[in-house]
């Protein structure tokens, strides 16, 4: 069984910085494409990061030039350094992979809020 389990999400000040990992476990082949989507309370789930497998990258334009999405294939991990923080990028961060052609897999969230 496929699971995922986010970390490093917290309370930071604007202009600060956070680093997300998601380690994926259970699945013997290495993901195609890691991501990150984020929710914040009221809204859409928003996309914001993904990464193939051989590392081509893809980025929302609300966090182009500020978040860096990365990933370690021999641990089956993906990260997500977050800096420049603003107020609006506060929400629950989810990681999501894809094994094969088209299974998808979620993690449960972890919280990211940035004071003003």
């Known amino acids: 069984q496929v699971q995922l389990v986010e970390s490093g999400g917290g309370l930071v000040q604007a202009g600060g910085s956070l680093r997300l990992s998601c380690v994926v476990s259970g699945s013997y082949f290495s993901p195609n494409v890691m991501g990150w989507y984020r929710q914040a309370p009221g809204k859409q789930r928003e996309f914001v990061a993904i990464i193939s497998r051989s590392g081509s990258t893809d980025y929302g334009d609300s966090v182009k030039g500020r978040f860096t999405i990365s990933r370690d294939n021999t641990k089956n991990t993906v990260y997500l350094q977050m800096n420049s923080l603003k107020p609006e990028d506060t929400a629950v961060y989810f990681c999501?992979?894809?094994?094969?052609?088209?299974?998808?897999?979620w993690g449960q969230g972890t919280q990211v809020t940035v004071s003003s």
């Open positions: 999501k992979v894809v094994v094969g052609v088209s299974i998808e897999y």
